[in-house]
């Protein structure tokens, strides 16, 4: 633990990374990746440009300090790959979109693909498995990992979002949590979608506005009789004491 924490080592500052061909500084390490070593700005973003929500840390020749893969210059892409849209800076061009992960709250900058029928902004966002907290321009999004993750602690654990969210803005920052954006209100909003959704999809629904019958989103219990099974046809015509002592045997 105390290695991972120490600064590099004096005269092998470079970087191990092929990018630059190790002619870089090694100053930057990520507390998330399984990786040892400093690497310079160059490496450091092309390892992460699939990963957005690691955490960057700095040696200023003093001590380690935090930074974002933001603030390197990296740009999250849409519709084009790994290359911006050739019409990236029409309307307000790469905009910074809060993000919660499970390593914490990020902003994130998104180079929106503007194409002439290019999906909405909302769309885009869904087809990383990030959950917009709103349809018309999004500003906050959570990820699905988060969700599925408070979905879990929920119903285990018996978390509410008000801690849940707490615990993400000190897992972001534990010296000044007030300091990181208050992701509570978007999360408790985007958590109820959710679950909505989730019930859709478990219950078979593809269209939300056609009729449903009521109890059609319940799931059914396997211990209880059903009065379509053919245990229950066998009780309605047996005695009454043996309808009796079927119906427990099946109840339980």
Known sequence: MYEHEAPPQAGSSYCPGV?????????????????????????????????????????????????????????????????PCPY?????????????????????QMGWCRCAGAPTQAEQLLGRKWFPATILRPRTAITFRVLKLFHLLNHIARTNPWDFAGTMHRLTDNVSPSSVTDIYKPFKHVKRQWRVIRAWKRGGVRDPNVP??????AMGCVSCPKPASVMVEKVVQARPAVQTDLGLSGAV
Do not use: M
């Open 212 to 217: 449903r019958e009521s109890g059609g989103l």
């Open 88 to 108: 990236i800076d029409d309307e307000l061009g790469v905009q910074d979109i809060t993000l919660l992960d499970v390593t914490g709250v990020h902003t994130v």
């Open 19 to 83: 990018d630059c061909g190790g002619t870089g500084s090694g100053v930057y390490d990520c507390w998330d990746c399984d990786t040892a070593g400093y690497y310079c700005q160059e490496c450091i973003l092309q390892q992460h440009r699939h990963l957005p929500f690691h955490r960057i840390a700095e040696w200023n020749n003093n001590c380690l300090v935090q930074r974002t893969l933001k603030d390197l210059g990296h740009i999250v892409y849409f519709g084009h790959g790994d290359k």
